[in-house]
């Protein structure tokens, strides 16, 4: 998927980005390959693979929960890396109010270069793990409308890690491949735990060539308060997830 063929595949869903929105992802993708070369920030550095793979897939974020392309949403992505999915959503609908949390600093500091290159403002870069960023006593617990996660762990152990920041009333979204009906079993009953709810999934194929490659988008609503001894401390989420509780 080379940028106008990116271009073109958004406006076919009904988002529309500018020139100067364009210019963005395109100065997006120079500097992620310049810093992946001294620091390791994504496998995919082919610029047809970056727009389809990193922009293009964390923009489908937008077809499963359309409340991002108008409203003025605050986001809080978790595990973010190299920014994905918050900075592009961010650059293609800049009324949203981005908080991106990452546990390696490294990755913090290119994230602040670029977003000041970008000339993006209403983002909020924080140096910490999931398991203490909104937990109980934290400023930032159950303060956000939406909270994303891409590529960090599987949904049993997700949900433990991300609703604890999402408003009651708002909704976390995971953005997972082709395996999700094993991984929704498995994490429906920590789902509930936490206070969360399955609202849906939306399936669709990245255009890949040749074939297709399928990806989930799971919108769970947060409809209670997350119990004040979740999250964990960090590693336990992952070493004993909350399986059949």
């Known amino acids: 998927m080379n940028p106008e063929e990116f271009r073109q595949a958004l406006l076919d869903h009904g988002i529309a980005l500018t020139d100067a929105q364009m210019a963005q992802f395109a100065r997006y993708y120079q500097l992620l390959v310049q810093t992946n070369e001294h620091l390791n920030l994504t496998a995919i550095t082919a610029e047809t693979e ?13 077809f499963a929960y359309p409340k991002l392309q108008s409203q003025a949403l605050t986001l809080c992505d978790i ?111 920590a789902i509930n735990k936490l206070g969360g709810q399955v609202a849906g999934t939306t399936k669709l194929t990245l255009p890949t060539k040749p074939g297709a490659e399928e990806r989930n988008l799971v919108v769970i609503d947060k409809v209670a308060k997350t119990p004040g001894k979740y999250p964990r401390r960090p590693g336990v989420p992952a070493k004993k997830p909350l399986v059949n509780v």
């Open 79 to 189: 595990g973010a890396g190299a920014g994905f999915p918050s900075l592009p959503l961010k650059i293609a609908f800049p009324q949203l109010e981005v908080t991106i949390v990452d546990s390696l600093n490294k990755r913090i500091n290119f994230l602040a270069d670029l977003c000041d290159d970008l000339g993006l403002t209403g983002v909020h870069l924080v140096h910490d793990r999931a398991e203490t960023f909104a937990a109980k006593g934290s400023p930032y617990r159950e303060q956000f409308d939406l909270v994303t996660a891409r590529a960090v762990a599987r949904l049993v152990v997700l949900g433990e890690l991300c609703l604890p920041a999402a408003k009651v009333g708002g909704a976390f979204l995971a953005y997972k491949a082709s395996a999700v009906n094993d991984e929704l079993k498995l994490a429906t009953g």
């Open 50 to 62: 970056v727009y389809l793979k990193h922009f293009y897939d964390s923009l489908t974020g937008a």
